[in-house]
């Protein structure tokens, strides 16, 4: 299964660990790291585009995913660089990727009209989804993804008992919490997130592959 390739780098960065090598939202990424085929960005703020991280972890091949502005912002950087808007699927180095809705309703940190973006990533082995920086909204009804990523820090994004009613509304085979650890929400939170979700959630340490 899937969920046995992917390491938690902190906060919201994940490394898929295989072929291809994806790495989603690195920042503040630990070196010794394989390098990247795919890096998938779901959003322009720092803690989710590095371009130092995007940098250290690229090789010539490396192709890397983002909504317009991130793509914008990385387009004097010398990248292989693929613009996805919400709602669009492409197929990249033989993988698809399709973009999903990410955004706040009740806060005004990540407007709709932003454009940004979750990720779900179909890889032989299943399926990962990376909600981005988001509240529970209505595109995320029946995804159903083999693992779902989801921030549960709250202030910027959904707390835990939002995630839960997220992750009830996703349906996937096992909720992963992320987007605590650093500048919103602690373990606590995730503890709570799997408290609150009756479905199967996992907590992955955070750290490089072994």
Same mark, same amino acid.
């Given at each position: *299964? #899937?969920?046995?390739? !992917? ?8 490394? =898929? ?21 795919? =890096?998938? +960005? ?8 590095? &371009?130092?991280? =995007? ?9 890397? #995913? ?23 699927? $492409?197929?990249?180095?033989? =993988? ?5 809705? &990410?955004?706040?309703?009740? $806060? ?31 595109? *995320? $009804? ?9 921030? #549960?820090?709250?202030?910027?994004? *959904? ?10 509304? !996703? ?6 919490? *992320?987007?605590?650890?650093? !500048? +919103? ?24 592959? $072994?």
């Amino acid at each position: *299964m #899937v969920l046995e390739r !992917i390491r938690w780098l902190g906060h919201a960065s994940f490394l =898929i660990e295989g072929e291809p090598t994806i790495y989603i939202d690195p920042w503040e990424t630990p070196p010794g790291l394989p390098p990247a085929d795919l =890096i998938l +960005v779901t959003h322009s703020h720092y803690d989710h585009l590095s &371009a130092e991280d =995007i940098r250290r972890l690229s090789q010539e091949s490396t192709t890397v #995913v983002g909504p317009p502005d991130v793509i914008k912002q990385l387009g004097r950087e010398r990248l292989n660089l693929v613009e996805i808007r919400p709602g669009e699927e $492409k197929a990249v180095g033989g =993988i698809k990727v399709r973009a999903v809705p &990410a955004y706040n309703r009740t $806060k005004h940190f990540h407007p709709k009209a932003s454009g940004w973006v979750g990720f779900i990533v179909y890889l032989p082995d299943g399926s990962v989804y990376h909600a981005g920086d988001t509240d529970h909204i209505p595109e *995320m $009804k029946g995804l159903r993804p083999t693992v779902a990523l989801l921030p #549960v820090g709250g202030t910027y994004t *959904m707390d835990a008992a939002e995630a839960a009613r997220a992750a009830a509304d !996703i349906e996937p085979e096992v909720a992963v919490p *992320m987007h605590y650890g650093k !500048i +919103v929400g602690g373990e606590a939170d995730a503890r709570r997130f799997l408290e609150l979700y009756s479905g199967r959630a996992e907590i992955l340490p955070k750290g490089s592959p $072994k």
